[in-house]
């Protein structure tokens, strides 16, 4: 089983990380989140999660809640969380060689950090140990239009490796619900991590 860390960011799609977390949870991961303070706000005013001012066990048992309520089963994966100014935590270092991380959603302020090394918080820090370890990381941004700093942004990190992958559901699938368009997105984030899903309905060629 995979070792996972997801951030939240403030950028809109909150649900799109809880989903992820979720997904990964079921199939045994081990999750390590982490949440910007706009990421609260987010998840607040998107999913009704009101987490601000919780501790870390009440964090981590309202997200395990929320994804067994989503999976209908209960989770058999372990999540830990850590404090986005907790700059001692376990991922803010390379020598704990964790190799995988989503920032979904990520925000264009966290992706112009992480682009310029800037690591003024742990999710910047945690993607700083990803990037000189030689790990994955996926950003899955969420905004539009897009500036050209924006796109100068992710250029420069593509060129790096890092695999840009905006928040942008398909529709050959024919999507009943907005459920389906999320389970799209966080089906493609799962492939740009390697790890097998059946999210979404593959194009095989044939059109129903």
């Known amino acids: 089983m995979a070792s996972v860390t997801v951030a939240i960011s403030g950028a809109s799609g909150a649900i799109y990380g809880l989903t992820l977390i ?3 949870l079921k199939r045994g991961d081990d999750v390590i989140l982490i949440i910007s303070p706009s990421g609260f706000l987010l ?32 989770p058999k994966g372990t999540l830990k969380y850590f404090p986005s100014d907790d700059l001692t935590a376990l991922v803010a270092s390379g020598s704990a060689l964790k190799k995988l991380m989503v920032v979904v959603p990520c925000s264009m302020g966290t992706l112009a950090r992480i682009a310029v090394g800037a690591s003024t918080n742990l999710i910047e820090r945690a993607a700083d ?36 992958l905006p928040a942008m559901p ?16 966080v089906g493609k984030t799962l492939d740009a991590l390697g790890i097998e899903n059946s999210l979404y309905k593959r194009w095989d060629g044939e059109v129903e």
């Open 22 to 24: 979720a997904e990964l």
């Open 43 to 74: 998840l607040k005013a998107e999913v009704g999660l009101d987490l601000a001012d919780s501790t870390p066990k009440e964090i981590v048992s309202t997200i395990l809640s929320y994804a067994e309520k989503a999976l209908e089963e209960r």
């Open 129 to 164: 140990c990803i990037l000189k370890e030689g790990g994955e990381l996926v950003l899955v941004p969420r905004e539009t239009p897009l500036s050209p700093i924006h796109l100068e942004n992710m250029l420069k990190l593509a060129r790096i490796g890092v695999k840009i």
């Open 170 to 185: 398909a529709f050959y699938m024919q999507p009943k619900t907005i459920g389906d368009m999320v389970n799209f997105v």
